[in-house]
């Protein structure tokens, strides 16, 4: 099962696979080994579009993806990005076309290739012009190194800028039933300009599968401790939202992270989420869930609760919130 990204993109998996939490960000992670075992195992289930980036770690990540799919490069989709000083997300943003350049050549070393599928910047620079980024972009397509150009968590007026220099194949922002934002403004321009929608955190981070409450505590290095949306409080009021998944799971006989993937994939044929874990038998469900289907009837029944539920808690924390819809 296979869905087009954008007008002009790639044709990739329904479900792809977020690398990063494999070694970043959301704790300890997993061993090289065992991270290479699990994409090469993705993939034997049916997903051929892969996401990383060079600030995961910082350079590890890519190392790891570059390694595990090395023998079936021609057979999968390698998304990656470029945009942070040094690729440290707390050095702040960096998308000068010349260290644009830099990244793509240290990229294409640790992927071991010699394209890169989907170009993505990390996030808006407010000092570049984006006109420039994707001037800097096209000319690494025109060269051969990269084959489509995307943008992650930018908003409508940075997409329009870029999209009239170098078409946007396609668009990452996180997307899930607890953070529709995206609905208003950013999915109407994407369909409008044919650019594919590639959800982050699809799971709301972990939480629409139902195993984190009020109680749980996250590892040292999880960045869900600092996210106010994961604060106690904010983990117990928001438990409604994973009761109403769960009835819903029981009546179709699958689970409350299928359901919440599965109204990703119903709301336009061309947004392919990419859902991370560190888990085999979890990596399975995540990509089961394209084959459950969604009846009008369903989607109405979630969407009018979804009304009377009201997630509380910011998504990221306002040092990070600053970043994001530029």
């Known amino acids: 099962m296979s869905r087009k990204l954008g007008t002009n993109g790639p044709q990739v998996s329904d479900v792809g696979f977020g690398c990063m939490g494999l070694n970043f ?17 993705a993939f034997q289930s049916g997903v051929t579009f892969f996401d990383t980036a060079e600030a995961y770690g910082p350079f590890t990540n890519e190392e790891w993806v570059g390694e595990a799919l090395a023998p079936l490069r021609d057979k999968v989709v390698i998304a990656t990005k470029f945009g942070f000083k040094n690729a440290e997300p707390g050095l702040g943003v960096d998308s000068r076309p010349q260290h644009i350049r830099e990244v793509a050549e240290a990229s294409l070393k640790r992927l071991k290739t010699d394209r890169i599928d ?67 403004e950013v999915l109407p321009t994407c369909e409008e300009l044919g650019i594919g929608f590639v959800p982050f955190s699809p799971l709301g981070k972990g939480f629409l599968t139902g195993k984190i409450d009020e109680n749980t505590e996250f590892a040292k290095g999880d960045f869900r401790s600092i996210v106010p949306r994961f604060a106690p409080e904010a983990r117990k009021a928001n438990k409604s939202l994973v009761t109403l998944l769960e009835s819903i799971a029981a009546e179709k006989n699958a689970t409350a992270a299928q359901i919440a993937l599965a109204w990703v994939l119903a709301q336009k044929p061309w ?25 009008a009837g369903d989607l109405g029944k979630i969407d009018e609760a979804l009304r009377s539920i009201k997630v509380q808690g910011e998504r990221y924390p306002a040092s990070l919130a600053a970043l994001v819809g530029k």
Do not use: C
């Not at 990269?146 to 220099?165: D, P, T, W």
């Not at 947004?271 to 009846?295: H, Q, S, Y």
């Open 25 to 41: 960000a959301l704790g300890a992670g997993i061993a090289k080994q065992d991270a290479i075992v699990l994409i090469r195992e």
């Open 271 to 295: 947004i392919v989420p990419i859902p991370g874990t560190t888990k085999r038998d979890r990596m399975k469900e995540n990509v089961r869930a394209a084959t459950i289907k969604l009846t």
């Open 118 to 184: 989907l170009f993505y910047q990390h996030r808006v620079d407010p000092k570049v012009p984006m006109e420039d980024v994707a001037g800097a972009v096209k000319d690494l397509i025109r060269e051969g190194k990269v084959k489509y150009f995307g943008l992650s968590e930018a908003g409508v007026q940075s997409i329009r800028r870029a999209h009239a220099v170098q078409p946007v194949t396609a668009l990452q922002s996180e997307y899930s039933l607890w953070w529709r934002e995206p609905e208003s």
